[in-house]
């Protein structure tokens, strides 16, 4: 069974800071793909960034990026010149959860806030 | 613009009454999913639905059913709702074709209450 892994429950950071937050997972898949998702207080779920697992080039989106360590299944997340608008929990997940799956296994989150 | 929507946003029931949450999407996408999100507990996957007249049990299944009778809709039924289903539902899609992310868009969720 997959399994993500999200260590922190909980992070705080300066606005205009750096931040990372840390996702660990396990799969006996040979290709899969990671996902960044982002929750604030309006619940709707957001797509930040995607990761596939044969690419070792490091995904980007604008100021948020992922460090990707395929040998130690772990996929953090890093956003640099935090905004208040990042306020929000974080989910990591990983998917397909086999052949001709479709599903996603997500960790439990993360909430962050950035304090002004 | 494509989307995806639930009805309704929140909702209060009662124990053992029989509750449905709607789930629409037109992004025309093969898959369907529905999941419940606690506290601690993260995303957790009820149903899903790779495409019409298709339905699947997740992780969190017992006590839901969904039927799939279009490629846009994919409603959730709570039998008999309990205490214990109190939470909230999140819908979401993907396009498995000519797609090898599958990422999902979600939609704006049900808060379900039951008393």
């Known amino acids: 069974a997959q399994t993500v892994t999200q260590s922190q429950p909980e992070m705080s950071v300066q606005e205009a800071e750096t931040v990372t937050l840390s996702c660990t997972y396990d799969?006996?898949?040979?290709?899969?793909?990671l996902f960044w998702y982002k929750q604030p207080p309006s619940r709707q779920m957001i797509l930040v960034i995607r990761?596939?697992?044969?690419?070792?080039q490091n995904a980007t989106e604008n100021r948020f990026s992922v460090n990707f360590q395929k040998a130690a299944k772990s996929f953090s997340l890093k956003i640099s010149d935090s905004q208040l608008g990042d306020t929000a929990m974080y989910f990591c997940?990983?998917?397909?959860?086999?052949?001709?799956?479709?599903?996603?296994?997500f960790g439990k989150g993360t909430k962050l806030s950035v304090i002004p | 613009d494509a989307e995806i929507t639930q009805s309704p946003r929140h909702k209060i029931t009662e124990t053992g009454r029989q509750v449905t949450l709607a789930c629409h999407q037109t992004?025309?996408?093969?898959?369907m999913f529905w999941y419940r999100q606690d506290l601690g507990h993260g995303l957790r996957l009820i149903h899903y639905?790779?495409?019409?007249?298709?339905?699947n049990k997740g992780e969190v299944s017992d006590g839901y059913s969904v039927s799939r009778s279009n490629t846009e809709d994919l409603p959730l039924t709570l039998e008999s709702a309990a205490s214990s289903q109190t939470s909230v539902y999140f819908c979401?899609?993907?396009?498995?074709?000519?797609?090898?992310?599958?990422?999902?868009?979600f939609g704006p969720g049900t808060r379900l209450t039951v008393l």
């Open positions: 997940a990983l998917g397909p959860t086999g052949a001709g799956s479709y599903q996603l296994t």
């Open positions: 990761q596939e697992a044969y690419k070792q």
């Open positions: 799969t006996s898949e040979s290709n899969y793909y």
């Open positions: 639905s790779y495409g019409v007249q298709d339905t």
């Open positions: 979401a899609s993907s396009e498995s074709r000519g797609n090898p992310y599958n990422e999902q868009f």
């Open positions: 992004w025309n996408h093969n898959n």
